[in-house]
């Protein structure tokens, strides 16, 4: 049953219930279509309310039928929100808590809607690259103005109800100690005889002058939808409701969904929607696996990333104490967290009182005696082994039974740190990206023997923390750090070959990155490259880069820290300018190594760059490492600022084609730095097979 059916007197109360927020799923609609014929066919009956069960009057399309036949099955949500509109008595929808996409475009085809303070009305469709296609475009803006629907549409962003009481949207709006359904019951009984029933369609949109608001309209959203289709598109479908008639206007609207939801661009937004949901489950670790409490936080290292850290703990509520070696270092860390919430305050996005409260939660100490009774400590000292170790055999020493030891560390082995430790199932890894208070990633590294219930507490607290928990297994790197480092090393081939650094930047950024390798490694800081290169030279002689980077650090150009790197850069100026000498050297480099400078295109760069982390995906995916391809886009689209119109890397090779990608591969495996181009098996099996990694 995923609508209920009462009379209530003379009024009929048809209430969708389909949990968690009544989504508009095949049964619902079957339901509800039901339930006002069940309702016409009754003569006691005068007027019908639609009312939503729980959480929601409706939160729209049913995501679980998302991209399955039940979504366009009849009764469509069309087929729904027409037979209500034709309905020869009285529909009112009821409105709560949420209503949102279909579910705001079944009540703007209802003939009356009454509402609760304080519920969120939306057509949140242009998110998913969509526009509201079931009516939204034709109707809302019959009821708010075209003003305030286009901005609605466009952003996507909800409205309280008690703001739009005045509108047309609303018949009347309750107060917030009313009941709902009686009170809806009872606005029914005073309208069940008006006639003619009113329709939204009937309405005319008046906007004096409407071609300049809406030229001025199109202009601002193309500035700000860069990529993006869906915002234009909802521009001139909402424009369709002032310039053609209803029905035409319903044709356009259709006409353009349908045109929309086979972009890339929507696409890619849509996968990136459900990878986000699905990240979060672990095959081998059920939903219903018990969770640690964690009440209490305590950080290690109060650097760059134990700073950030703690903040995301301060943020949620959660009192956090930092343990540093030096009361110097840790009146540094702290007072960076004091300066970090004081200019968020400045901004005017933080309120004093949350200021006072945060600070209030955050403590320091030199004495692991301090943080014994932390349900969790998250370890952010230097990445050095010698030093992790003995802090995780202190931590072993002083910590409560059943606390979460986790390590922030990007490439040193977790399940050696866990051997520090008499508990390597309570140890697990937290890699935190930079700047740790800001980036949405989480990887959490499951060690050989992280427990079950240390794994979901980790992925229960990323949510907590407002983090996209990823999944990773032990390796060097983890998922993301790993395919950078093919990424990055071809960036220096480029260099061999006849590129130069604002050649490939700037191609990288049309692609779509916020930054490209090299801009990139200036504000990272080229000395940590360098650190990692010369450990791997040793460890891994096996492995080859180029010296570009080196011959860079060399010359004492570590980047923005220094004013110097691949680019000059100017006091207060984050502009990158091209340097002669860093050009120079690149140049004489290549003739050193003997090669011959040519020119290279745009599309080789972008593909180099690209295919050679996808490749490194598929190894990580075929060993286990990511548990799918759609956590490896979630790692790049929330940690390294891949473009989000492009879905992620696997998504991206899916989309061009992996037959396409093991042929580009396979042309590069014979040019300079060939043997860096082994074609993945994955790859390989998935491109002969007709597949791709997402399907
Ligand atoms: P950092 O050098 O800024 O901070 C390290 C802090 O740890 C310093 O304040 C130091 O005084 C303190 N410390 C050192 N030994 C200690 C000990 N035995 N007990 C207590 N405190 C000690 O380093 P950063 O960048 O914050 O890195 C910390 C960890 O996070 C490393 O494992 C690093 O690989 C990892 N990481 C760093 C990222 C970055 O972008 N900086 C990104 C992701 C992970």
């Not at 509800?32 to 009754?42: C, E, H, P, R």
């Not at 087929?79 to 703007?108: F, Q, R, W």
């Not at 353009?256 to 081998?284: G, M, Y």
């Not at 800001?438 to 590294?445: A, G």
Request: aromatic residues 8%; charged residues 20%; neutral net charge.
């Amino acid at each position: 049953m995923t609508a209920e059916y009462q009379v209530h007197g003379t009024v009929a109360v048809i209430t969708l219930n389909n949990p968690p927020v009544n989504g508009l799923g095949l049964a619902t609609r079957t339901a509800a279509v039901k339930g006002i014929q069940q309702a016409l066919a009754d003569d006691t009956v005068k007027a019908i309310v639609i009312t939503g069960a729980g959480k929601a009057f409706s939160g729209g399309a049913d995501i679980k039928e998302f991209n399955s036949p039940k979504a366009l099955a009849e009764p469509s949500l069309h087929t729904l929100i027409a037979t209500a509109e034709s309905s020869t008595k009285p529909v009112v929808a009821a409105i709560h808590t949420v209503c949102m996409g279909g579910g705001l475009e079944l009540s703007l085809g209802c003939h009356y809607r009454v509402a609760m303070p304080g519920a969120q009305i939306a057509l949140p469709e242009v998110k998913l690259g969509l526009l509201p296609g079931a009516g939204g475009t034709q109707r809302l803006p019959r009821v708010l103005g075209l003003e305030m629907a286009l901005n609605m549409i466009v952003s996507g962003t909800p409205v309280a109800s008690d703001k739009l009481a005045n509108t047309a949207l609303f018949d009347a709006v309750f107060t917030a100690d009313a009941d709902l359904v009686s009170s809806a019951v009872a606005f029914a009984e005073t309208i069940a005889d008006v006639r003619p029933l009113p329709k939204v369609r009937d309405r005319k949109v008046d906007y004096p002058n409407h071609e300049a608001f809406l030229q001025f309209s199109r202009n601002t959203v193309k500035a700000m939808s860069g990529p993006f289709p869906a915002p234009l598109e909802c521009v001139e479908t909402v424009a369709a409701s002032v310039t053609m008639k209803f029905e035409d206007g319903m044709k356009f609207e259709r006409e353009r969904f349908l045109h929309l939801i086979q972009t890339t661009e929507s696409k890619a937004l849509r996968h990136a929607f459900f990878a986000e949901r699905v990240a979060s489950k672990v095959p081998d670790v059920p939903a219903d696996t018990p969770v640690r409490a964690i009440k209490q936080a305590a950080v290690i290292g109060a650097g760059t990333m134990g700073g950030g850290i703690a903040m995301n703990f301060l943020n949620a509520g959660i009192p956090v104490v930092m343990l540093e070696t030096k009361q110097e270092a840790l009146d540094k860390g702290l007072a960076t967290i004091r300066k970090n919430y004081e200019n968020t305050m400045k901004k005017g996005k933080l309120t004093q009182e949350k200021f006072d409260q945060r600070m209030a939660l955050v403590s320091g100490t030199l004495a692991y005696e301090d943080i014994g009774q932390a349900d969790i400590v998250v370890e952010a000292v230097f990445e050095d082994m010698g030093v992790k170790e003995a802090v995780f055999r202190k931590l072993d020493e002083v910590m409560k039974p059943g606390a979460i030891l986790a390590s922030n560390t990007s490439t040193l082995d977790l399940n050696q740190i866990a051997g520090f430790t008499k508990r390597p199932q309570d140890v697990i890894g937290t890699h935190f990206f930079s700047p740790a208070n800001v980036m949405k990633l989480l990887e959490i590294v499951r060690g050989a023997q992280t427990g079950k219930d240390v794994l979901a507490t980790a992925l229960a607290l990323s949510k907590k923390l407002k983090k996209t928990g990823v999944v990773s297994g032990v390796c060097d790197g983890f998922i993301g750090n790993r395919m950078i480092e093919q990424y990055s090393r071809q960036a220096g081939f480029l260099l061999e070959e006849g590129a130069l650094p604002e050649q490939v930047d700037k191609a990288v950024e049309k692609f779509g990155f916020a930054m490209g390798p090299f801009r990139m490694g200036d504000l990272a800081g080229n000395d940590i490259g360098w650190a990692i290169r010369k450990r791997r030279y040793v460890e891994k002689p096996e492995i080859s880069y180029s010296k570009t980077a080196d011959l860079l650090c060399e010359m004492g150009r570590y980047g923005q820290k220094t004013g110097a790197g691949w680019y000059d850069y100017k006091a207060g100026d984050r502009k990158a300018y091209p340097n002669e000498q860093v050009n120079a050297m690149i140049v004489q480099h290549s003739a050193d190594i003997g090669v011959a400078r040519r020119k290279i295109s745009d599309q080789e760069i972008v593909e180099r760059l690209v295919y050679s982390m996808v490749n490194e995906a598929a190894h990580i995916l075929e060993e286990g490492i990511a548990l799918r391809a759609s956590d490896i886009d979630m790692v790049y689209l929330t940690g390294y600022g891949f473009p989000l119109f492009r879905g992620g890397p696997m998504f991206y090779a899916d989309t061009v084609g992996l037959p396409n990608v093991l042929a580009a591969i396979n042309k590069y495996a014979k040019g300079h730095q060939g043997s860096a181009w082994k074609p993945a098996p994955l790859l390989v099996k998935l491109a002969e097979e007709g597949k791709g990694f997402n399907s």
